[in-house]
């Protein structure tokens, strides 16, 4: 099975876009994005797709999507189900990069979520990341970075693996 990581970069309240856009276009989270999913699968929903500009270079674009998309260069996947048995044949790491639905169905079997903590807020945000225990997780603040007068964190998130009493 792949190791699947979600990739996001959320503010305050957990908003994550607005208008299938971005909400915060900091030039160093970018790069820290590109860097942590460059040669690497990305897996998104259908709106995240189209709000990329191109196909992001040197990465394996896999769309969960009910749409008929005939496009060089992705891999469609019409279900969850179908999804997560293409990735039950890799061996490797996997990053889940959005949005909102993709982020909910894939919380449970993520084994990383590799957070940006941005400091700040917008009111006008309509998708959202959706609520987690905090507590299923073991923290650690990788880098903290201000730019652009604001303030974030680069986190990693890792599953704490329970153990099954005999």
């Keep these: 099975m792949a190791k699947l990581i979600i990739i996001a970069a959320l503010g305050k309240n957990s908003e994550i876009g607005k208008n299938n856009q971005l909400i915060w276009h900091l030039k160093e989270d970018l790069q820290f994005f590109k860097a942590k999913t460059t040669n690497h699968k990305i897996v998104m929903g259908y709106n995240t797709f189209k709000s ?10 896999l769309v969960l999507t009910t749409h008929k998309l005939n496009i060089e260069g992705i891999k469609v996947f019409a279900s ?15 990053y889940i990069i959005g949005g909102s639905s993709i982020y909910r169905l894939f919380l449970p079997v993520a084994d990383e979520l590799l957070l940006t903590e941005i400091n700040a807020e917008d009111k006008e ?5 959706p609520d987690f225990n905090i507590s299923d997780y073991e923290k650690t603040i990788l880098k903290e970075v201000t730019e652009q007068d604001i303030t974030y964190h680069h986190v990693l998130l890792r599953r704490i693996k329970k153990c099954q009493e005999n």
């Design 52 to 61: 990329l500009p191109k196909l992001l270079p040197n990465r394996d674009h």
């Design 80 to 94: 969850f189900a179908e999804l997560i048995n293409y990735l039950n044949t890799l061996d490797e790491e996997v």
């Design 125 to 129: 945000a309509d998708a959202y990341f």
